[in-house]
C-alpha cells in the first residue's frame, strides 16, 4: 500500500522556523517527484515546493523563495520541508504529493499532476 505521511506541522511565532516531514512507504520516494502544497481555509491548494526525480532539480513558489527549502533524504525514503522566517499568511495545512513523471516542471504546482497525497499536517503561524 502506497503512503505519504506528513508530520512536523505546529504553532510557531512569526519570524520562527518549522521543519516538515513528509516520509513513504509502500514505495521508494527517489522515483518520484516530490511537492508541498499548502492550503489555507477558503483558499485553493498552491504549490510551495517541489523536488523533481530526474534531477534532484528544486522549484519553489515566489512566497516561498529564500524562505522554505526542500530536500530529500533517501536513506531514510523522507523528504523535508524546512521553512524559516515564517509569517501568519504562512498559516495553511501543508501536503507533500508524488507524482510518477520523473521530469515533471511547468506544471509542477498543478495539484492534478500528482499521483498521492498525503493526509496534510497543519501549521499555524501565530503571536
Known amino acids: 500500500q502506497l503512503q505519504l505521511v506528513e508530520s512536523g506541522g505546529g504553532l510557531v511565532q512569526p519570524g520562527g522556523s518549522l521543519r516538515l516531514s513528509c516520509v513513504a512507504s509502500g514505495f521508494t520516494l527517489d522515483r518520484y517527484g516530490i511537492s508541498w502544497f499548502r492550503q489555507a481555509p477558503g483558499k485553493e491548494r498552491e504549490g510551495v515546493a517541489y523536488i523533481r526525480s530526474s534531477d534532484g532539480n528544486t522549484y519553489y513558489a515566489d512566497s516561498a523563495k529564500g524562505r522554505f527549502s526542500i530536500s530529500r533524504d533517501n536513506a531514510k525514503n523522507t523528504v523535508y520541508l524546512q521553512m524559516n522566517a515564517l509569517r501568519p499568511e504562512d498559516t495553511a495545512v501543508y501536503y507533500c504529493?508524488?507524482?510518477?513523471?520523473?521530469?515533471?516542471?511547468?506544471?509542477?504546482?498543478?495539484?492534478?499532476?500528482?499521483?498521492?497525497w498525503g493526509q496534510g499536517t497543519q501549521v499555524t503561524v501565530s503571536s
Open positions: 504529493a508524488a507524482t510518477e513523471r520523473a521530469r515533471l516542471l511547468f506544471v509542477w504546482h498543478v495539484p492534478s499532476a500528482y499521483d498521492y
